[in-house]
């Protein structure tokens, strides 16, 4: 069982640039999950996602990050409990139950929870039940689109006063194959081995969550208010490194959205201009087109084969 922290006494968000986080009162909470995903609450036990919830508060960067920020703890505090912790509850009742966990990375579980296992279905259902939890909340693996914006939504820091003020790390050097295929891996539900996933969406993984990478990135130059700030200056290097990569693999495959994606980004950026959020929606827009793409990447698998290792040591069955 996942022991309770402490009451939190705030829950409303500093700043309208942090991500949506899960709604508490929504939250089911580890335990849920865990009742039928014994081996994937195991894997995610060893990994650093599980450790926040003792790591984040503890550290010595941590609390230097709270006290510039001017918050006496940050596991109180809904700036540092929107990345780095689970909240459940009610109002007042909330409290923080875990550090990254489930419903991170899931979303919140109370509107699909009961109706998303394909256990015992008949195989013409799969995909209507799939369908409903999606529509409910649920970010299924298999929504790339949607799996790469959450976990990028906090590998990019979405707060310009956090690294600006607090000298916080503007983001973390997230890919998400390395990220997805690393120790956070737990493809075990539907097969023995957490084997790691097919070559076909490990290209679609490569090709959109750079494009995401990209999207995030003019969101947050789009907010940002010092342009020599090391916010703003940490968001352009990422954008010109996503915008070099999209180049080229648009280049490589001649696909229309990666294509799409390239001219978009063939444009000046200035720093604190809103209409980059229209350049960020076609991105987006251009993103989920390629997620559900059946077309041949087969070009950019030389582009994986320079990622190097996963990110973290693998569970292995």
Avoid at 94 to 110: L, P, T
Avoid at 198 to 220: F, N, Y
Wanted: aromatic share 4%; charged share 25%.
């Amino acid at each position: 069982m996942f022991r309770k922290l402490m009451t939190v006494t705030a829950l409303s968000l500093l700043g309208a640039s942090v991500q949506a986080v899960s709604d508490p009162d929504k939250v089911m909470g580890p335990d849920e999950c865990a009742e039928c995903h014994d081996v994937e609450t195991s894997i995610w036990e060893e990994t650093h996602h599980f450790n926040t919830f003792e790591t984040m508060p503890a550290s010595d960067e941590g609390v230097d990050i709270a006290e510039r920020m001017g918050i006496d703890d940050p596991v109180e505090a809904p700036l540092c409990q929107s990345c780095h912790l689970t909240v459940m509850g009610e109002g007042n009742d909330a409290e923080v139950i875990a550090g990254v966990s489930c419903e991170s990375c899931h979303g919140a579980g109370a509107d699909w929870i009961d109706v998303h296992s394909e256990e015992d279905k008949p195989a013409d259902q799969v995909d209507a039940i799939w369908a409903e939890s999606e529509a409910a909340g649920m970010i299924r693996p298999g929504n790339i689109h949607a799996l790469a914006s959450n976990c990028l939504s906090c590998h990019i820091v979405p707060q310009e006063a956090l690294v600006n003020t607090g000298q916080h790390t503007p983001g973390s050097d997230f890919e998400l194959v390395t990220y997805s295929q690393g120790e956070v891996r737990h493809n075990t539900y539907h097969s023995e081995d957490n084997r790691p996933a097919s070559i076909e969406k490990q290209r679609l993984m490569l090709a959109v969550g750079v494009m995401v990478e990209a999207e995030r990135a003019l969101r947050a130059l789009a907010e940002a208010t010092n342009a020599d700030g090391d916010y703003a200056t940490s968001m352009q290097a990422r954008l010109k490194h996503a915008g070099d990569r999209i180049e080229q693999y648009a280049e490589a495959t001649g696909h229309p959205d990666l294509n799409a994606a390239a001219q978009n980004l063939a444009t000046d950026v200035a720093v604190g201009d809103a209409g980059l959020n229209a350049i960020a929606d076609n991105l987006a827009s251009s993103a989920k087109n390629l997620s559900v793409t059946d077309a041949d990447l087969a070009a950019l698998d030389s582009f994986l084969d320079q990622l190097g290792e996963p990110k973290g040591d693998v569970y292995e069955m």
